[in-house]
């Protein structure tokens, strides 16, 4: 069963009070300008001796991540190593070279060599897009191959070996050089998408542990052998808190393995961090296996952890695992680092909406927390063993300082291949000892690791950057941390995810079911939800319904805007304070909404209400136009009467909200005629648009079938106008129902699907894809207009990536839509099962299945767990499958050539592109005849003013629902033109 408390604070709070709280707790504590004096020498030292020029601190120097050639290196060190083919690694080095210049003066021989080796290679490269002759070629491939050497090269200063073996061999070379020095050992890869994966990472850790304790004396304690760093996300592929359940019974075991290992050798093993939503679930893990290493080995003082000091609830987290250890009598060994995941956790708040970040935004913030956790680990020095991971030789000065006042045991830790410099300084002193935290594996798989090394120090604020850069003065770069965060000088140009949008629209604001606080009002309208009983309008009633509308249209209409916007604000406004909770749980028992897609839904309507009310005020404001003197030209804008407006099921509230929130606003009354499948959700939104202000006969609710109610609409002499979502061919229907009429001719908006398709290349990291396939394919079973059908996979790398693909939909969990471990609910209703199932039935015939058995919660009508085949050509998927049906291909050659075939499916909603070469997507773009292009991400979840949704062709024919040109559709225009000399001559003219 999931928490039902958490164990730390809430992790969204304001910062400024966290941070208050950690000054105050240092206050008395700490020395700064004594920490200052100390590093002063260790800097100047490392200024006037510089480490070699492919140290950190010196790479970044002559190529810093802020310039054109940094990122160009950076690129080509994430991709180059694991594209196969010559032509697209050729492209890849084209693109990136290409940006950059290479030519200017460098400080050191070495330096300069590499750039001029590198600015010679561009001359040998072809230009993006151009294809190279034969002699161009060669020039290319061996241009290419001396990149590929260079880049190894970058590689092997961070990584220690490519084996165990091989690092234990250049650690004991390390020591010999530097006798106060141990290891810790980082088997290099990401989190695993698959069992197959995870299993794989489980063997490499378990294989280094006995190379570590062959080398280790089981004597000494784990603190002076040397020991290994673990990943909790790359031994389980649904490391995440709603799989709470299967992390518990099937990781743990797995860990346990390895813990019994590293205790028989008394060895130190760390499980690193993970990201914010992680942590109550890395501390349940942490938990159960602390219970089982005092159960079975409490002699063993190596077991530990992470702490990231750039979380705002990492002093909190200190005292929850000094209480642990002192409840088990254990006491653990913990690593105490910045943080390495602040650009991903800014943006998962932003987009989440949550009510603040979980991590500092400025440096000196975290500064200021890892100061405040050094004192924390120091005053648990009899359950904790403190490891303090820094580069800064200010932050190393004064953990020394605390470490004198308290006379307290602990050790300092620096990454291999980064701070080799001030460490050199700082271990002279016999009495500080240094753990180098040390990668080890293949190249190809440091990829992600050394961006994130580059990204964390390349940043213009970072000690690393600045030590490098003789322009930063001592006191600059020493400058106390406890000084800039004082509250006058607190500066943020970061704003908090609910003002993301600016103070005129609030972003609206999300939940993180990883929070029980965020969850429990959820599932507490759930089991309190009864879904109300909707009842149907007769063909009679929705006549009768129009005429209402079109008598009600003249005084809506001439409701200021102001007025109109007021209303749909109201309703924003009782949506996210009074009625998430249970819109949520309406979505999740009458759509099959997994509780994820259910917040997000909610989030989307108040968008819409929130983002429509803003442009009716721009676009409706009259417009004085340009003309000759003597007359005034005024363009209008007004309503063009009753609107009728056709939601789908898929999206039953925000896309129901949107259409009728645009028609509202522009002056518009509106006739709903929601989905027969979830009338009850209509209900509910239009409830609210009452009760804010909007007039009963301005907006009416008909349910029913479309073939009647929806046809009888559409089909009124006093139907202004029609917007639409659903399928091409209904969306033909009323075309031409509406084109049959008599009278005026009546606009129709319809969004309708698509045979989306996701171009991969060589160059794109197959975690990254994907995770990108999985969630565009089946989350929300596969049913949403935007959601991916065909998989286009270059042939270099298809075997590879679409066995991860597999293995990743195989860990997925169909089943009861309000557990919150379910990843795909049942399909709508009976026929939209049947008619999947149909076409799944087809494929098993024409096509090579690609998936077996499925994982299933519950057996529960109308649920299809992820399907998956490979067929032969684009040409071949000639019919959208509304569901979790995904058809791959395999591509080769030239990607332009797949780009005109997709477009010749005639189709355009969504494309996703994924590619490392910067020109290819911007011309795969520019090709594409789509209305939503996505690159290096996943295809759906477009957020209202951010990335206006709708397509062309077979999928629709705009505008774009919430972008700056949708509200015009609703509109009628009309200039108005004066002659101000009417009455006797130009006033203005004579007294201007």
Not at 426 to 433: F, Y
Not at 451 to 477: I, P, T
Request: hydrophobic share 45%; aromatic share 6%.
């Amino acid at each position: 069963m999931p928490r039902t408390t958490d164990r730390l604070p809430f992790p969204y709070r304001s910062e400024a009070g966290v941070l208050a709280h950690r000054l105050s707790a240092l206050q008395g504590a700490l020395d700064w300008a004594a920490a200052a004096t100390q590093a002063a020498p260790w800097v100047s030292a490392v200024r006037e001796n510089p480490p070699p020029f492919w140290a950190m601190e010196s790479l970044l120097k002559e190529y810093p991540i802020s310039s054109a050639e940094g990122l160009a290196l950076m690129r080509l060190a994430e991709a180059l190593l694991r594209v196969p083919d010559a032509e697209t690694a050729i492209a890849l080095t084209a693109d990136q070279l290409g940006r950059a210049d290479f030519d200017g003066a460098a400080d050191s021989t070495l330096a300069r060599l590499s750039s001029t080796a590198i600015a010679m290679s561009k001359k040998f490269l072809p230009e993006a897009g151009n294809e190279p002759g034969l002699m161009a070629k060669l020039g290319a491939k061996t241009v290419v191959a001396a990149t590929l050497r260079a880049v190894q090269l970058l590689g092997r200063q961070f990584v220690l070996g490519q084996t165990i073996e091989e690092g234990m061999k250049e650690a004991a070379s390390a020591r010999k050089r530097q006798a106060n020095l141990s290891f810790s050992f980082d088997m290099l890869g990401e989190g695993a998408r698959t069992d197959a994966d995870a299993l794989r990472y489980l063997a490499s850790y378990q294989n280094a542990i006995a190379a570590i304790a062959r080398t280790a004396d089981p004597k000494r304690l784990p603190s002076q052998n040397d020991g290994i760093s673990i990943k909790l996300s790359a031994l389980h592929p649904r490391y995440e808190d709603a799989q709470h359940d299967r992390v518990m019974s099937e990781l743990v075991p797995r860990v346990w393995t390895l813990c019994e290992g590293a205790a028989v050798a008394n060895v130190n093993l760390t499980i690193d961090a993970e990201e914010v939503d992680r942590l109550e679930l890395s501390l349940d893990v942490f938990e159960a296996l602390a219970k089982l290493v005092a159960q079975h080995c409490p002699q063993w003082p190596g077991f530990g952890l992470a702490l990231q000091a750039y979380q705002t609830r990492a002093v909190e987290l200190i005292e929850h695992v000094a209480a642990l250890g002192r409840q088990h009598r254990l006491k653990f060994m913990c690593r105490l680092v910045k943080g390495a995941y602040w650009d991903a956790e800014i943006k998962r708040a932003q987009e989440m909406g949550l009510p603040a970040y979980p991590v500092f935004t400025q440096k000196p913030h975290t500064d200021v927390s890892y100061l405040a956790c050094a004192q924390a680990l120091f005053g648990a020095s009899d359950a904790i063993y403190p490891q303090f991971a820094t580069h800064n030789a200010g932050t190393i000065a004064a953990i020394l300082q605390m470490a004198t006042r308290q006379g307290a045991p602990f050790e300092l830790q620096r990454l291999h291949g980064m701070g080799e410099g001030i460490y050199r300084e700082v271990l002279k002193n016999p009495a500080v000892s240094c753990r180098v935290y040390a990668p080890v594996g293949a190249h190809r798989d440091l990829l992600a690791y050394l961006v994130r090394r580059l990204l964390e120090n390349g940043a213009n604020s970072s000690f690393v950057h600045q030590l490098a850069d003789e322009s930063v003065g001592m006191d600059e770069l020493l400058l106390s941390p406890l000084e800039q965060s004082k509250p006058d000088v607190m500066t943020s140009t970061l704003p908090l995810p609910p003002e993301l949008y600016g103070s005129k629209r609030p972003n609206s604001l999300g939940l993180d079911l990883a929070v029980v606080a965020h969850r429990e009002p959820l599932l507490a309208a759930h089991a309190a939800l009864v879904l109300p009983t909707v009842p149907e309008a007769t063909g009679a009633e929705a006549q009768a319904a129009v005429a209402k509308a079109v008598q009600a249209f003249a005084g809506w209409n001439h409701t200021p805007v102001a007025e109109r916007a007021a209303a749909l604000r109201r309703a924003a406004d009782a949506m996210q304070q009074q009625q998430l909770p249970r819109l949520c749980a309406l979505l999740v028992k009458e759509a099959h909404k997994g509780w994820g897609d259910a917040v997000s839904e909610v989030r989307e309507a108040i968008d819409f209400l929130r983002y429509y009310a803003n442009d009716a005020e721009r676009v409706m404001a009259p417009q004085t136009l340009p003309g000759p003197t003597g007359e005034s030209n005024t363009l209008r804008m007004e309503g063009r009467g009753a609107w009728v407006c056709i939601s789908p099921w898929n999206f039953p509230l925000a896309i129901f909200v949107g259409q009728v929130a645009a028609a509202l606003a522009t002056g518009n009354t509106v006739l709903a005629k929601p989905a027969e499948q979830t009338p009850a959700i209509a209900l509910e939104a239009v409830k609210l648009l009452h009760a804010a202000g909007v007039p009963l006969d301005a907006l009416q609710l008909l349910h029913g079938p479309g073939e009647t109610v929806g046809a009888a609409l559409v089909a009124q002499p006093g139907t202004a106008g029609v917007v639409f979502t659903g399928s091409t061919q209904v969306a033909k229907i009323i075309q031409r129902a509406l084109a049959a009429k008599d009278g005026p001719i009546i606009p129709l908006i319809a969004e309708t699907g698509g045979i989306n398709a996701m171009l991969v290349d060589s160059t794109a990291l197959p975690e990254q894809v994907a995770d990108a396939v999985v969630q565009s394919a089946f989350r929300s079973a596969g049913q949403r207009c935007s959601a991916l059908r065909l998989l286009c996979v270059h042939e270099a790398i298809a075997d590879g990536v679409i066995e991860m693909i597999e293995g990743a939909a195989k860990e997925l969990v169909a089943g009861d839509p309000s557990d919150l471990a379910t990843d795909l609910g049942p399909v709508i209703d009976a026929e939209a099962f049947d008619g999947i199932t149909r076409h799944v039935q087809r494929l098993h015939s024409e096509a090579r299945p690609l998936l077996g058995s499925r994982r299933a919660t519950h057996a529960l009508p109308h649920v299809i767990a992820p399907q998956m085949f490979e067929v032969g050509s684009i040409a071949e998927v000639t019919q959208e499958i509304f569901g979790p049906v995904l058809q791959v291909v395999r591509w080769g050659g030239d990607p332009m050539a797949v780009m005109q075939q997709i477009n010749a499916l005639g189709y355009g909603l969504t494309l996703g592109i994924q590619t490392r070469i910067d020109s290819r997507a911007l011309a795969l773009a520019g090709a594409a005849r789509v209305g939503n292009v996505y690159v290096n991400r996943n295809m759906i979840g477009a957020v209202v003013g951010v990335q206006p949704f709708g397509g062309e062709g077979l999928s629709g024919t705009g505008p774009k629902a919430g972008g700056p040109h949708y509200l015009l559709r609703f509109c009628a225009e009309q200039t108005l033109t004066i002659n101000t000399t009417a009455a006797g001559g130009n006033v203005a003219l004579f007294t201007g």
